[in-house]
């Protein structure tokens, strides 16, 4: 069944207009990148397309009273769709890298290694001289010996010098404590004569002159003493002949306690813990 040529282009305008509404509001603001693919087959010419019958088409009505015919309408072409271009990737332009020349290398040339010298030989090698290594032996002992010769000699040098430096050392101690020590014995000595002199004047002014006595007499007695000067015995141990002068000068030392004595315990214990006394009258 043919269609009549109004209900063709009323199918095609209707088309056109369908693809025009979707083209205006399903399209995206941005459209992908299309592939080159499907760019040649957009740029391809436009088919016309040919409404297929439809099998559910409406009942033809039947031809109504030809009229007469009116001016032939315009026919609308649809409206192509806008083309896609995709976009151009600039193609990147190879690079041309300029690459520096390349200096040569400046090292030295390696030496070339020298050639090892062969061995000696040691069977060629000559054996020591007997005589020459005698003789170096000896000469070896000999300054061994010289050494310690040597080394000797200076210990026993300085072993002398240590002995004559300690003796010398010894002799000034000794003459510093001599000195010392007379010293001492002079100080201790006119300290022991002031005391004696003391107690002598002690005595005589305690002794009375008996009736019986005349001239210069002498007796010597042994006195013992205890710290502070008290006495304690008087012994004559060489009388002067005259008992009686002996007799009144031995009562003139017991008057005479506490005898003058130094406060020095040690001087005191060694010279007048016991001591001797020559008691002479004047004339």
């Keep these: 069944m043919k269609l009549s040529w109004p209900a063709t282009t009323l199918s095609l305008i209707g088309h056109a207009v369908l693809v025009l509404i979707l083209v205006l509001f399903a399209r995206p603001h941005t459209l992908p990148d299309v592939p080159r693919a499907m760019q040649a087959m957009l740029v391809a010419p436009p088919t016309t ?32 769709e806008p083309k896609v271009e995709p976009k151009k990737e600039p193609v990147p332009e190879p690079k041309t890298e300029t690459k520096p020349a390349q200096k040569p290398d400046a090292k030295p040339k390696a030496k070339p290694d020298p050639e090892p010298k062969p061995a000696p030989d040691k069977k060629l090698e000559k054996s020591p001289d007997p005589a020459a290594e005698t003789k170096r032996v000896m000469d070896e002992a000999k300054r061994i010996a010289e050494a310690a010769q040597a080394k000797q000699e200076a210990d026993i040098r300085r072993k002398q010098q240590e002995v004559l430096a300690q003796q010398m050392q010894s002799e000034i101690d000794d003459l510093a404590n001599s000195a010392t020590n007379a010293a001492l014995a002079k100080q201790q000595a006119a300290q022991l004569r002031e005391f004696t002199l003391a107690i002598n004047r002690k005595i ?51 008057r005479a306690s506490p005898l003058p004595v130094p406060a020095d315990a040690a001087v005191f214990r060694d010279n007048f813990r016991i001591f001797s006394l020559n008691y002479t009258t004047e004339e």
């Design 49 to 80: 397309v040919k409404a297929a019958p439809k099998s559910s088409a409406p009942a033809v009505e039947p031809a109504p009273e030809p009229l007469p015919a009116p001016d032939p309408e315009p026919k609308i072409e649809p409206k192509p």
């Design 204 to 254: 005589k002014s305690q002794w009375r002159r008996p009736p019986q006595v005349s001239g210069q007499l002498s007796t010597l007695m042994r006195i013992t003493l205890i710290p502070g000067g008290e006495v304690t015995s008087v012994i004559v141990t060489k009388s002067s002949g005259n008992e009686a002068f002996d007799a009144s000068v031995k009562d003139a030392v017991l």
